[in-house]
């Protein structure tokens, strides 16, 4: 790089531009998510869950991360306390249902007494299914009264029927002011499972919007290089053109 750069000084700058602002949006990203509560438990645990029909076979299959956001009156600190808690995989029993239209998940947690119910619906019509239902209820030592939320209007986790759902970026469900959900790392398949594997996966918008930022980068760059590349040859042609005329 220094040898194409040496000849002019600009095209150095503008390259090291580049590298710093590259350098600069993963520090930005890497402060962002540092900069939480000292109560944020971290990324939560991935967990795999199946439901398995009457019959036998595999119909609905899940994997994802789950972090409860639950805002209650804390009997310990005698106030109303937002508290975050991940679903620990190894200490959550699943189970669940699968009809031809609808299926759910049904997760509960050994430690601490929550229940947590997923529902799909399948549109036959546009071979469309979405997460439209969820449902918590928890009774935590720590809450002076239980707390139970359920949003039935949900439209969120979009896939085709044959296909699976998924999301690496976090996502928020809200079931009330006080209770939320976030997701991490989210691929799930509902409807439509054959085998004990997901189908090709439908990737989420914020996934697509996360990866373009490297790509315009990437593309930048490449365009950068051409361009030092060009005006190189150029001078080079120029310099043996010089010593042809003497
Ligand atoms: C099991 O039941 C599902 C519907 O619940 C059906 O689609 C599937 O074909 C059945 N599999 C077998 C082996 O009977
Ligand atoms: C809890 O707080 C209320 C006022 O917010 C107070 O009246 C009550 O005595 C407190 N209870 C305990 C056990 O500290
Ligand atoms: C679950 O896994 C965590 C670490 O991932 C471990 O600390 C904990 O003891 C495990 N709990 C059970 C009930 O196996
Ligand atoms: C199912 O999809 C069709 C076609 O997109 C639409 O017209 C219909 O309203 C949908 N049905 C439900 C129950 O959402
Ligand atoms: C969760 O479900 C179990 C079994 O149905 C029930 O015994 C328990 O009371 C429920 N817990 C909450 C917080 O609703
Ligand atoms: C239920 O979820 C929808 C979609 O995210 C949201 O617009 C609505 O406010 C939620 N309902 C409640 C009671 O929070
Ligand atoms: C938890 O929910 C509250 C609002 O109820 C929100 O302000 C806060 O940012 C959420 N925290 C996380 C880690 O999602």
Known sequence: MTQICGVQSWC????LQVILAALLHRGFAAAQTTAASHKDPGRPEKGNYVVTSSNGTECLLASMGLQLNITFNSVSENKTVPVIMNL?????KHSGSCGSDTASLRLSTDTENTNLTFVFTLN???TKYHLSEVSLSAAWKDMKEPVSAVN????????TLGYSYMCREQQTLILAQDVSINTFDVQVQPFGVTG????AAEECKLDEDDMLIPIIVGAALAGLVLIVLLAYLIGRKRSHAGYQTI
């Open 196 to 199: 004990e594997q997901f189908g």
């Open 124 to 126: 036959a019509t546009s």
């Open 12 to 15: 150095l700058g503008v390259v």
């Open 152 to 159: 039935s209007s949900l439209d969120s986790l979009r896939g």
């Open 88 to 92: 620990q995989p190894n200490a959550t």
